[in-house]
Structure formats: structure tokens, C-alpha cells
């Protein structure tokens, strides 16, 4: 009888062992799900679509009732309309490099400065490093609103408004505290051990935490990344206070500006907004593994 078993195979064995109807039931189960999946998904992707359809329409089909997706005849040109100098009514290319520039160096200085925060807080031994980090966790339930006006006055009073440093300067002064718990959460999952030998050999502290335990963070590294790009890269709120240049305007602000000048260009904006989100779904896709390694490992650790 174990010869037979074996000769029909684990699957067959397996589907012998439960049965017709329990085999409906989850082949029932798994088409739900699927089913559930793919509804879920396309409403998510049905905004990306629709602006996709408007990015290649003339203004007047925009605004047509009742409203239809796809273009009678696919526009391009109004992507050449926004990212081509010569014919641009906005200097978008000019607002792509700003918020290169900004997003790159914030998030450069973050994950740095969180991370030399973290490992300090996960595996120096110092007096009152625990009641410095419940500070730094009590920060987390503080409003970003109630620090606008304080954080104008300090800018100003350093004559920085109206430039990039209230953007960067922040992002190289830890980041943000959760950022700081992050690392401080994965370098304690880190063995003991490593560190221990790592001193034996003769390294110093700097020397650990740069060659050894920001290497094996690369998880933590990936997430505080993305989150720190996507933060930057569309932020709104803080160029909106600091910037009063149009030149130095980033990506957020330029959108709302099709928005405002000679009418409301929802073809140009639509265009414009989905150039800016490719820069995103790359990062996020090409980091998508680290990523979700991160949040898992991250969390796990007390």
C-alpha cells in the first residue's frame, strides 16, 4: 500500500488524505481571494489610470459630461509641454532639480545621523540613555503643527529662510525619532558577540559601526530610506514657508502652480504628476525586498 502511495505522489497522497469536498472548499477559497485581490487592486490603480488618460487629452475633453477614460486621440505633446524648456509654461525641469537636490542630501544626512543615534541608543552604555530614549519616543506623539512657528523663528533669526537649509539641516540632525527607533530596534536584534570580537581585534566604536553594524543594517537602511525619500520628495508644507523664490521652488510646489497660473491645466497637471510619482514607484519597487525585510526584522526586536 506504501508503494502505491508513493508512486502517486505527495500531492495525490495528500489529495486522497482530504477529501473531494475539502479540495472544492479551498479551490472555493483561493478563487475568492484571488477574486477579492484583483477588485481591490484595480480600484486602487483606477486614479492612476484616469489621470494616465487625462495626461493625454486636450484641456476641453478634461471637462467633457459625461466623462469618458481614454483620449479620442492620444496627446504626447503635453508631456513635451512640461519637461521641454523651450515650450514649458512652467519651468518643471528646473522644480525636478530642486527636489533632487533637497530630497538626496536630507536623505543622505538621515539615515546617517539616525543610525549613529540608534546603534548609540541600542548598544552604548551611558547615564540616562533609557529616559532620553523614552524623550525620544514621547516626540513621536508631539504635533508637527504645534513646532511650525518655532521652527519659523529659530530659521529666521539664522537667516535661513528662503533657502534649501530648513529642508536639509533637520534631516542631518537625526531625521525624525522614528527613524531613530528603527535602528535602535534592529541593532539590538544584532548578536552581542560580533560587537565582543570586533573589540577584541582592536576596532573602535566608529569602526564597529561603520564596518560592521551599518552594513548588516542594510534592511533598516533600505526602509528609513524610502520613508525619508517619499517624505521629502513630496513634501508640501515646509517649502510652502521657507521658499519664496520661484527658482527654488521643489516638485510640490510647481503642481499646485498649474493649478494657479492662466487657470486650472488639469492635462499639464496630470503629467506633470505622474512624472513626479515614477521617481517613487522605481525607488519602492527596486528596494520593495529590503523594504518590507526591515519592517518585519524591526519590529520583532524588543
Known sequence: MSETNAALGPERTHSRRLGGSEIWRRRAWRALMLTLLVVVGA??????????????????EVYVFPP????????????????????????????ILNTVIITVSAVVGTVLTSSMAGYALARLK???????????????????????????L???????????????????????????????????????????????DGASRWQIYWRL???????????????????????FMQPLIYLSDFEKYP??????????LGGSWMNLLMAASLISLLPLAILFLAAQRYFVQGLLLTGSKG
Open 213 to 235: 553594524m551599518l552594513p548588516l543594517a542594510k534592511p533598516a537602511v533600505a526602509t528609513v530610506a524610502v520613508l525619508s525619500f517619499i517624505h521629502h520628495w513630496q513634501e
Open 43 to 60: 480600484t486602487f490603480m483606477l486614479p492612476l489610470f484616469w489621470a494616465l488618460c487625462a495626461s493625454l487629452k486636450p484641456l476641453e
Open 251 to 260: 516638485i510640490s510646489l510647481g503642481l499646485r502652480m498649474f493649478q494657479n
Open 126 to 152: 551611558w547615564r540616562t540613555r533609557e529616559f532620553w530614549f523614552l524623550v525620544l519616543l514621547a516626540t513621536m506623539m508631539l504635533p508637527g503643527q504645534v513646532l511650525l512657528i518655532p521652527h519659523f
Open 68 to 95: 469618458k477614460f481614454w483620449p479620442s486621440e492620444p496627446l504626447w505633446d503635453n508631456y513635451r509641454q512640461v519637461l521641454d524648456p523651450r515650450t514649458a509654461r512652467l519651468p518643471f525641469p528646473r522644480f
Open 154 to 200: 529659530i530659521y529666521k533669526n539664522l537667516g535661513w529662510v528662503n533657502t534649501y537649509k530648513p529642508l536639509i539641516v533637520p534631516g542631518w540632525l537625526g531625521g525624525a525619532a522614528f527613524f531613530v527607533f528603527l535602528f535602535r530596534q534592529f541593532f539590538k536584534g544584532v548578536p552581542v558577540e560580533l560587537e565582543e570580537a570586533a573589540l577584541i
